[in-house]
């Protein structure tokens, strides 16, 4: 594996964490906005 495979693979893991992050977040807004 050379360094832009890794590099590739790290930004993938940090995206989903990311996109995960984002999730929670839009399903607490949801949350927080019903009544």
Do not use: F, G, H, T
């Amino acid at each position: 594996m050379d360094v832009s495979e890794a590099r590739l693979l790290a930004l993938e893991a940090a995206n989903i964490k990311l996109k995960r992050m984002l999730a929670d977040a839009m399903l607490d807004n949801v949350a927080l906005n019903a009544p």
